[in-house]
């Protein structure tokens, strides 16, 4: 029987959406006066593919730049040198990217492929988290943080936000747009999380101003100012807390214990061995100076055989008993941004000056952006394409998806990357050489 490769969902197939990538890019202003020999679009495109790619370096992208499928699959006219590539890109604004984002988003949107990651009445749970990923005594640009030391010695480092749509049964994640934390124009004074925390939720609703969200966060990010700032912006939210941290709120609570206000509950699930014990009250003051700003509040513990573990978090949904579970695993789902988002960058970018070089104004922040890009699509693939979710399950892990993928790549024509994955799900063949013996 012949097999069939599974089905591919025109609209969100990466071929599809590359190009959807591509006349983004076309889009944007170049800011060259001069050079022109090179098109912007094609530099931006290269970046993009070399990422896409997972290319271990610029230059071993270009080393082995397959021409024809650069051309097929990613639209690209004239792969730019490594070192052009790096100056066109380093004075790029890293802001220009976000309409290229939106595009992306909005094709899901459209596609359908947004719903089934929809986790309480409409609402989808926005996760989001600081993550570093470049840091250095020595490599250093205009858009570095700086670390002085006592004995004067600086470090000099690279962290964004990250933001990403989660859902606690599915694995894959959709990324937005993240929000740099960088160094002010022209001071020594580095950028906190708190202001770059400020900018993502209002870009975030100038980006999507109807979508109705969760934003779910570390307990450090809860605190007073910050929930008035998502209820300004018509966010809801569901943060982590600490007892160490968030002493107030827990006496809050313990007075409502002994008002026998507190509601508990648990659940066993025998199949896995845990009993979810809960604890919850609403409308308690989140802290002495802000008594108007009122918290639900939620308290687990997951039962193991030999541990429990404790969560707790301030939420401004009402708790109920039918509802507790679901927004303990909605909480608990936060640690996919750091496991699929930040690791992305992580482990694919992390040592940015020995791999793509790091710029003097931008690049850096650059390339960190245009991976979550290339992320954003591989993403879209997971949650989508059944094509790239039976090659992914055949294959077995990502690294060896990514491999093949690149070692055929490099050395086959393919007119798309659909025809490239149909190859890693059929089998690709090699015949042997032709020989003709000399029978004389
Ligand atoms: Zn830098």
Redesign the pocket.
Known sequence: MAIVAPPVRKHLSADALFRLVRSGFAGLPDHRLDDTELSFTDALMSAFAMLSLKAPSLLAFDKERAEGNVHTIYGIERVPCDTSMREILDPVSPKLFRPVFKRVFRQRQRGKALEPMAFLDGHYLLARDGTGY?SSQTI??A??LQKVHRNGAIT?F?QMLGAAIIHPDIRAVIPLMPEPIVRHDGTAKNDGERTAAKRLVGKLRRDHPHLKCIVTEASRSSNAPHIETLHAYGLRYLLGVKEGDHAYVFQQVQAAEHAGRVTYDERHDRAAGVLHRFRFVNDVPRNASHTDVRVNFLEYWEQGADKVQPFSWVTDLRVRTRNVYHLMRGGRARWKIANETCNTLKNQGYHFEHNYG?GTQHL?VVLAILMLLAFLVDQAQQLCCALFQAVWAKLGSKRLLWERMRALFYDYAFASMRQLFEALWYGFKKSSPLVTLDSS
């Open positions: 470049f250093h640009c858009s570095c000099y690279h790091h850096a």
